[in-house]
């Protein structure tokens, strides 16, 4: 790669890091395993940045990669259990304060289907226009909107079935 | 809870974010290996392929030169060793990293071999986090300070959501003591927010209770709507690890460190300081 794109790529790097991890976390709900997405996708778009980099944002092709990572690692059942086994690593402590919505939320996402997922998390945590969203899952603007309308009717019977679980232990205290 | 209540939760979801844990300057190194690697994979294939063709050809007769060229080697010149172009950002965040190089040395003397690279834009506009990595008595250590415009901080907890009603506190093991989460207010009409993280253990993950206290959050909320964030935790990123040697004996890279490498008056110090604003 010449100079400059190498070191465009590493400014884009630098700079998405950490909203990537964000968008992988909100994705797999794993810090780690976010971190393990992003290196994978960010290893994989260098091979292609020059070509990308000159046809405008790289932003909407990096969150494509991504989602691709993580939907093929949603197909490796055996590598998910490999890092589900064992001693656990530690994790900073997410649970400061277990009622909050933003709690609540990230425990449902973890049971919305994954490209269900996918749809409402960069629909609605990431705050991008339908067809942006299109163009990353690689499908038809309905199907975004079909998609992301299934995936919040599963989060919120997620949310209402944990919030009535939550309410009798409170009620107990 | 209905759709719209749904939606704006999701858009200002509040994760509590480690630090980054990797290096991208160290991916995009590795990134470049690989490619190199493949191109030279590929190089000799063709070189093998050119000799096999010029063999048949010779053997055939000789009905001409062969037209297969061949890059022996790796192609295109080499990654900037310097890679340090700095991101496009306005003045503000120029002067906050110039005054945050300054004051770091200051406020943590110990610290040797310090980092600071940029200010980032981890979530979109309002939003920019340095990271400070250094070395102290302890070992690696690193912390993220995050600045917050009035803008950016509006997909935040509220303050008054922050720390929860009390009803249901998250306890440390062995002690049943509830984890800090203490609100300061300050004269000037803002208030300081010190909050103990705490780690679990897979199967403390679905319970209120953590193993134990590895880490302090400073956050200060200013009265212009603003916000500034800084951490102390006891992890050590794997680069970091690498980078000062921090080896268990077998080896392999210790993860974390016996505590934190700043002190909660550190912490303080650094998110009060005026200069760090995006107002």
């Given at each position: ?7 465009s ?10 909203s ?12 780690h ?10 290893i994989?778009l260098?091979?292609?940045?020059p070509k990308?980099?000159?046809k405008?944002?790289?932003d909407?092709?990096?969150?494509q990669?991504?989602?691709?990572c993580w939907?093929d ?10 890092s589900?086994?064992?001693v ?11 009622m909050g ?11 919305v289907?994954?490209?269900q ?11 991008l226009p ?5 163009t990353?899952?690689?499908c ?5 909107k079909?998609?992301?309308a299934?995936?919040l009717?599963?989060l ?8 009535a679980?939550l309410?009798?232990a409170?009620?107990s205290? | 809870m209905d ?13 509590a974010?480690p630090?980054?844990?990797f ?7 590795t ?5 190199r ?6 190089g000799v ?17 000789g009905?001409?030169?062969s037209?297969v ?7 295109g010149?080499?990654p900037?060793?310097?890679?340090k172009?700095?991101?496009p950002?306005?003045?503000k965040?120029t ?5 945050l190089?300054?004051?770091v040395p200051a406020?943590?003397p110990?610290a040797?071999?310090?980092t ?7 979530s979109?506009p ?9 070395r102290?008595r302890?070992?690696?250590?690193t ?18 959501k ?8 998250v306890?440390?093991?062995g002690?049943g ?6 609100k300061i207010?300050?004269?000037d009409?803002?208030t ?5 993280i705490?780690?679990q253990?897979?199967?403390q ?6 193993e ?13 709507g603003?916000t500034?964030n800084?951490?102390s ?6 680069y ?10 077998d ?14 008056q ?8 005026p200069?760090f604003?995006?107002?």
């Open positions: 790669m010449r100079t400059g794109d190498d070191a790529f590493r400014e884009f790097a630098r700079g998405k890091a950490l990537q991890r964000r968008t992988a976390y909100l994705l797999c709900g794993d810090w395993l976010a971190e393990d997405l992003v290196q994978t996708a960010l994989k260098y091979r292609v940045w990308v980099s000159r405008g944002p790289v909407n092709y990096m969150r990669v991504l989602l691709r939907l690692e949603q197909r490796r059942p055996w590598r998910r259990k490999e589900r086994d064992g656990v690593p530690e994790q900073p402590g997410t649970h400061i304060d277990p919505i933003s709690d609540l939320l990230l425990l449902a996402l973890a049971e289907p994954p490209k997922r996918a749809a409402v998390v960069l629909r609605y945590c990431a705050d339908v067809a942006e969203v299109a990353a899952l690689r038809s603007e309905g199907t975004v079909s998609q992301a299934r995936g009717e599963v919120r019977a997620a949310v209402t079935r944990r919030e679980e309410l009798p409170e009620r205290r | 759709d719209k209540q749904l939606m704006n939760g999701l858009h200002g979801l509040a994760l974010e630090p980054l844990g290096d991208p300057d160290e991916v995009a190194t990134a470049d290996k690989k490619v690697n493949r191109r030279a994979t590929i294939g063709l070189a093998t392929l050119a000799v096999l063709g010029s063999a048949v050809t010779f053997l055939g007769g009905t001409g030169p037209t060229e061949v890059a022996a080697g790796p192609s010149a080499p900037s060793k310097e890679g172009a700095q991101p950002i306005d003045p965040v002067a906050m990293l110039r005054h190089r300054k004051v406020i943590v110990e040797k071999d310090i600071i690279p940029d200010f980032l834009e981890p979109g309002g939003v920019v986090t340095a990271t400070v990595e250094f102290d302890v070992g690696p250590a912390f993220n300070l995050t600045v917050t415009s009035a803008e950016g901080s509006v997909g935040m907890k509220s303050l008054d922050v720390c929860g009603d009390g009803t249901n506190p306890t440390v093991k002690t003591r509830p984890l800090r989460c203490e207010a300050q004269p009409g803002s300081l927010l010190v909050q103990e705490g780690v253990s897979k199967a993950m679905s319970t209120n209770e953590v134990r206290v590895a880490g302090i959050h400073a956050t200060h909320y200013r009265a212009d603003t500034v800084a951490g935790e006891e992890s050590v990123p794997e970091l690890a690498d980078r000062f040697g921090y080896k268990n004996p080896g392999t890279f210790k993860t974390s460190r016996p505590s934190g490498p700043l002190t909660e550190q912490l303080i110090t650094l998110v009060t300081d200069a604003t995006l107002k």
